[in-house]
């Protein structure tokens, strides 16, 4: 039988091989420590149903904190249980990612040099799965090395999805047909135009809906377009959303007769003639472009659901008579985040694939009449609606 000092002689020589090789190993597996982006999702989203689909829309803020250019090649989101809920890549990445300064075909917009940064613009759908209540962030990069190109890997930017639900509003306009403009796709839309002001980069129109009043056959106008006294929607009544609070009006803008006539806007004068209507919770419905002299309503005074508030104009940054809306957590135009809502009623009539000959052409009806009626949503993009 062996001693013990022979068996512990053994045990820490066989250790000590151990100990040699396993470092080694370990050296060899695990990836160097690198200097990348800093990610960050500046607002959680909040879930929103759109087509009987709950989805979350939320912005990925990348920046590089390295000194050498990264190039992207693919973004994973995942939920509470590791399970992806979203996968970006390809030229679906390219249109994705907003990048300040650069125009949305430039080739090089994947590659993100130092110093420089992008956003990614997510709307992470619920079909047929729960609603993540986390989500965090996988990016899949490439730079150069010496041997040629390295591939990455950074993680991060962990969010808790927000529980509070989508504000239930009354319609804003009457009737219609009401085509509901706005596309998350869209590179100058709404959803993707960053404001940074008073020290802050936001997103007001976030889920900013354009009201375009059509007749049955989808014209926006009768006769002359060019004419803004000819659009079905110019001088309708607007309406009040929820009871509330006026907290903000402008009724001083001039509108032009024509559209060939509409000047150019400083970026305090884009909303036009407008009313903020607090309607509590820290949230304030937009309504702008209004018809001069149309604001009803004054500062402080109190309104109900339903009340007319002003009347659909063509003042401020716009291509046509519309109703721009959306509300936001704070009192400002430009200097707020925008937060999503829903109608608590509305008829969808049918929708435009593409806005190609918008104005010219009728809408597709909606193939199932039974899925016209639609309760606490938001309107997809560019569907057709009538209110109540």
């Not at 250019?69 to 249980?81: C, G, K, N, P, S």
């Not at 950074?154 to 009354?170: M, Q």
């Not at 009539?349 to 918008?358: S, V």
């Amino acid at each position: 039988m062996k001693s013990w000092s022979k068996l512990v002689r053994a045990a820490l020589t066989a250790a000590g091989l151990c100990a040699l090789l396993v470092p080694s190993f370990a050296a060899a597996s695990k990836p160097p420590v690198r200097s990348s982006f800093d990610l960050q999702v500046p607002l959680a989203p909040v879930p929103v149903t759109v087509a009987g689909v709950p989805q979350l829309v939320y912005e990925l803020h990348l920046a590089n904190f390295s000194d050498e250019a990264l190039t992207l090649q693919r973004v994973q989101v995942f939920d509470e249980r590791d399970a992806p809920v979203a996968d970006v890549r390809g030229e679906e990445l390219g249109r994705r990612l907003g990048r300040p300064g650069l125009e949305a075909n430039d080739k090089e917009r994947l590659t993100i040099a130092p110093g420089m940064g992008g956003v990614l613009y997510l709307e992470v759908l619920a079909d047929k799965r729960p609603v993540a209540r986390t989500l965090r962030h996988r990016v899949d990069y490439a730079l150069a090395g010496k041997d040629g190109t390295v591939a990455a890997v950074v993680e991060g930017a962990r969010v808790v999805v927000g529980d509070t639900p989508a504000l239930v509003l009354a319609p804003p306009l009457r009737g219609g047909p009401w085509a509901a403009i706005h596309d998350p796709s869209w590179p100058r839309g709404h959803r993707r135009m960053l404001y940074a002001v008073n020290g802050k980069a936001r997103i007001p129109g976030r889920y900013a809906i354009d009201w375009i009043k059509l007749d049955g056959e989808g014209r926006n106008a009768r006769g002359d377009g060019d004419r803004v006294a000819r659009w079905y929607g110019h001088g309708e009544d607007v309406l009040a959303v929820a009871d509330g609070v006026v907290a903000a009006t402008r009724d001083d803008m001039p509108e032009s007769a024509s559209i060939a006539t509409h000047p150019r806007n400083a970026l305090g004068d884009a909303t036009g003639n407008y009313i903020a209507l607090d309607i509590g919770g820290g949230r304030y419905a937009f309504y702008e472009h209004l018809e001069p002299g149309s604001v009803r309503v004054r500062i402080g005074q109190r309104v109900r659901s339903g009340e007319v508030i002003g009347a659909l104009g063509f003042t401020g940054d716009s291509t046509g008579p519309h109703l721009h809306f959306h509300v936001a957590d704070a009192n400002s135009p430009l200097g707020a985040e925008g937060v999503p809502y829903v109608f608590g009623s509305f008829e969808v009539l049918g929708a435009f694939p593409t806005l190609e000959r918008f104005g010219d052409e009728r809408w597709q009806s909606i193939a199932s009449p039974a899925a016209a009626q639609r309760n606490a949503e938001r309107p997809a993009p560019n569907v057709v609606v009538r209110f109540p």
